[in-house]
């Protein structure tokens, strides 16, 4: 999927950026709350749709969903975001 149509589906640049925000703002929320591993470990109904598919459609660790944003969504739409500014 490329960056304009994930721009447009967010609701064009400002939307993305929001959502880059709002992500990034989220994990900031959990890091000060200072979780504990047994809390970090809870599991979690989860469901993740990409492209019509299910990837994950069932309980998952909130250290793992976590840890998702941050090493894969706020990089990969970050990369999203700079590639509409060259474009």
């Given at each position: 999927?490329?960056?304009?149509?994930?721009?447009?589906?967010?609701?064009?640049?400002?939307?993305?950026?929001?959502?880059?925000?709002?992500q990034?703002?989220?994990?900031?929320?959990?890091?000060?709350?200072?979780?504990?591993?047994?809390?970090l470990d809870t599991l979690v109904p989860a469901r993740l749709i990409s492209k019509g598919a299910a990837l994950v459609d069932g309980p998952v660790r909130l250290r793992d969903i976590l840890t998702g944003l941050a090493d894969t969504e706020l990089p990969?739409?970050?990369?999203?975001?700079?590639?509409?500014?060259?474009?």
């Open positions: 999927m490329d960056s304009f149509h994930v721009a447009s589906l967010a609701g064009g640049t400002a939307g993305l950026q929001e959502r880059i925000r709002r990034g703002e989220a994990l900031a929320a959990f890091d000060s709350a200072g979780l504990s591993d047994v809390e990969g739409h970050t990369a999203q975001l700079l590639a509409l500014l060259e474009g």
